[in-house]
Each structure stands twice: as C-alpha cells, then as structure tokens.
C-alpha cells in the first residue's frame, strides 16, 4: 500500500464499490473538503468481474444530477443502448415486449445501458479522481468502537481511523453493519432459503465469447435484449464489450458476452465456476435456440462457446437492514461517538432478476452524499443537532428499497409461471403481460422512474 490513510477524518467510507465511490463524489460535489473524507476498500485493486450489468435509466437521472462529471455521459458512450427486451420461451416466441422507447416523455435517457459493473466502477473512479479522491487499499475493516470525538474504526492491518460518520459500503456482509447491531434479513421475516423462489435461487453467471460472429442474430445498434424462460428456468444474454461500442474488456477485442441462468435448487448444487463443457450444456438447453450448438436446436447455423473468462454461482435472497441510520454512543459520556449510515447492498439485497441492486444502490448514495453534507454543515460540535434529516433520509430510502425488494419478487413470480406452460398460472400471466398498460407499467418500473 503506497499512500497511507488519515487517521482521522470526519467521514469514513467503508468500502469503494459502486455505492461507496458515489457517495465520495455526492459528498464533494456537496461542498465537503477533501481532506475532510476518507474512503478505504478491502480489495487491494479494483474488480474486472461482477454481476451487474446494466444502469438504467432513474440511475443516469441521479447520476447526471452531480453536475459537470460527466459519469452519465460516459457510461452512455461507452454501454450498448438497450432500446428494447424480449421476453421469450426457448424458441423465440414472445412472451412481453419491454419497450424502453416509450419513456422518452419522462427522461432524457429512455433506455438501458448495458455496461459491465466494472466498467461502471472505473468511471465512477475516474470521476473522484478527477475531484482529487483517492481509495485507501487494502483496508479490511475488523473492529469500531465510539470514542470521545467519533467512531474508531480499527482494521485487520492494524492501523486506526477515526470519523464522526461512518458509511458502511462494505457489502452483503458488511461488517459495519454487524457490527453496529443492525438486524439483516428479509422484510417479510421468510428464512434465507425461503426469501426467494427455490426455483431460481441459485444461478450461474459467466462471461464468454463465441466462436460465431452473432451481430446478425444479436445486433447491438439498435440493441435488443434477450431473456429466455423455459421449463428449466431463465437465460440471458447480453452483450457486455463490443467493437461496435467502443467497450473492451479483459483485455480482448473480440466481442464478450454475459450469460445468467437459474438452476432450480432440486436439481442440485451447480460448480463454483463451471468451465466451457457445463457452460455450453446449459446454453444449448436453457439458451436461445439462435446461440445453441445443438444440431436438433439451431439447424442452419450452430453456435459454440469459445472462450471462458469468468464465471461464477452464487444462490441469491433477500435482505434488508432493520434501519440504514444509526447513532452510536459509548457509556459514558466521554465516548460520544458518531454516526454509521448504510448504503448500497450493506442496507439491501434482492434477485438480480430486473438488474436493480447496483442501480438502487447508486441512486441511494447521491442522495446520503446531499444530506450527510447538509447535516455536516449544520451540526455543532457533537453532531447531535438536526439528526432528524438524516433519520427522514434513511427512512426513505428504506421504504425505496423495501418497495425494490417487493418488485423483485413479483419478477421472480413472473419468471416462475412462465416456466410451466401447463399450469393456470403461466397462462394468466401470459394473457395479462398482453395488456398495453402492464406492459408500461412493467418498463416504468425497470427503469427505476418509478422507485428513484
């Protein structure tokens, strides 16, 4: 680790993901000084794999409300601009159009990005730098305890900071979030096994190339999306780098593509990292029949994967912290202590199915950057004056993210009537997704308009 951190600081971000660097940017554009905040990762570099893949468009909005970055504007001209989502059975019949045109009255953005998250990190790195930011790497944070003036974070190095406000940006498992007390679990008190849907719980997501060029069944100007359900489960593929776009990644030039998948859990435990033989399996029988290397399937042009270069499983669930504000005091009245906030999925966590996790949690962090930086301004000494703007802001995007996670699982619904086209489900859902105002109201609420 070439520069070491502060020890003291009057914000500490924990963590420098999506969620963390944006509050970092939130909280400069916002009037606090630089030296003022300190922002740390567990991570001794930035991630090159992650799962989300798209920023839609209420995303954009916040992020082009942090002025003259230009964050909205790179993603824009670097992402493959999805205009439009087919939702399809394995033969390509359509279920439901998502047409994201159709927003155009309502934003400047009527579409979604398609971008790798790490792509999205390293604009967002571009811009703190760009403010003069810097992230403090390695820094695992193990231990926090109020003092006198703050919360003193302690780390697995050794080292010590102290903030009077502490944003826990540190993930699923945050331990910020541990260990300040905060409860985690999901809003309607289901199990961890039983907050999602058995069926497409566990998943599979792995970035790959192929050997066929798939410009003339997937074209990305303009570009529409693929999700595919099946008595199997769900398939999506997007392009994630492309020529055409400008985007690269891995460092290859050839075009790389996102495959997802469920595997329902009576099917067993997928690999950790399954390789090109599992890979193409599951491609040829849950995939599209256009990008199947399957004869019987794809006749007139099979396709084969080429190239794997990430994948992973990982079982999904839902999750929300009991309160996203705390205030932390010590016993005695010398230990004042400080403030801990929570943002990104350190407060919440769903399915990836509808790509909201990564978007809400940006959303999330321009708004704690606003009012952190307000509170600042009007605290006195202890910090205690005018809490209430910060229990208001919590308590907002707490419902937000509640009303995210009820969304997500009537998705995941969705998604599960659609894989027995036997049952009275499958055919009610597919009758009411014919409806031109569900239709709408289904794009108004990907595009997080509706949920900002």
């Known amino acids: 680790m070439s520069q070491q951190p502060p020890t003291e600081a009057k914000v500490l971000i924990v963590g420098a993901g999506p969620s963390g660097l944006t509050t970092a940017i939130a909280l400069l554009k916002n009037g606090i000084p630089l030296q003022d905040i300190v922002i740390v990762d567990s991570v001794l570099s930035e991630e090159h794999s992650s799962r989300a893949v798209v920023v839609h468009a209420a995303t954009l909005e916040a992020l082009d409300s942090l002025d003259s970055l230009g964050c909205a504007e790179e993603l824009i001209s670097v992402g493959i601009l999805q205009q439009r989502l087919h939702v ?211 006749p007139n042009k099979p396709v084969h994967l080429k190239k794997v270069y990430w994948s992973t499983r990982f079982r999904t669930h839902s999750a929300i912290a009991d309160t996203f504000f705390k205030r932390i005091r010590g016993e005695t009245k010398e230990e004042n202590g400080g403030i801990v906030m929570l943002v990104g999925d350190a407060a919440h966590i769903h399915s990836p199915v509808g790509g909201q996790g990564m978007n809400l949690g940006i959303r999330d962090a321009v708004g704690l950057g606003v009012v952190v930086a307000k509170h600042i301004q009007s605290a006195d000494a202890t910090i205690d004056t005018n809490l209430q703007i910060l229990q208001d802001f919590a308590e907002n995007r707490h419902d937000k993210a509640s009303n995210q996670i009820a969304m997500t699982k009537r998705f995941a619904w969705f998604v599960g009537s659609l894989m027995n086209p036997w049952s009275l489900q499958y055919w009610g859902v597919y009758l009411l997704a014919r409806l031109p105002f569900l239709k709408d109201k289904l794009v108004w609420q990907l595009s997080g308009l509706g949920n900002p």
């Open 88 to 298: 399809q059975d394995g033969n390509g019949s359509l279920f439901v159009l998502n047409d994201f045109t159709k927003l155009q009255p309502y934003t400047k953005f009527p579409f979604a990005c398609v971008i790798s998250q790490a792509h999205t990190e390293m604009v967002l790195h571009k811009a703190l730098e760009a403010l003069g930011g810097h992230v403090f790497r390695p820094l695992t944070a193990v231990g926090m305890k109020p003092v006198g003036n703050g919360l003193e974070i302690t780390f697995e190095s050794g080292q010590v900071i102290t903030a009077r406000y502490v944003i826990a940006a540190d993930g699923a498992r945050s331990v910020i979030r541990s260990i300040s007390g905060i409860k985690y679990k999901d809003p309607q008190g289901l199990e961890k096994d039983r907050s999602v849907d058995a069926r497409t719980s566990q998943m599979i997501l792995a970035d790959v190339s192929f050997q066929t060029n798939l410009d003339d069944v997937l074209p990305i100007n303009p570009y529409t999306g693929r999700f595919t359900i099946g008595p199997d489960g769900f398939f999506l593929i997007v392009p994630l780098a492309h020529p055409k776009s400008n985007s690269t990644l891995y460092g290859t030039s050839e075009p790389v593509y996102r495959i997802g998948f469920s595997i329902p859990l009576a099917k067993g435990e997928a690999p950790s990292r399954p390789g090109l033989e599992v890979l193409q399996k599951f491609v040829d029988t849950q995939g599209p029949k256009f990008i199947s290397s399957d004869f019987s399937r794809n």
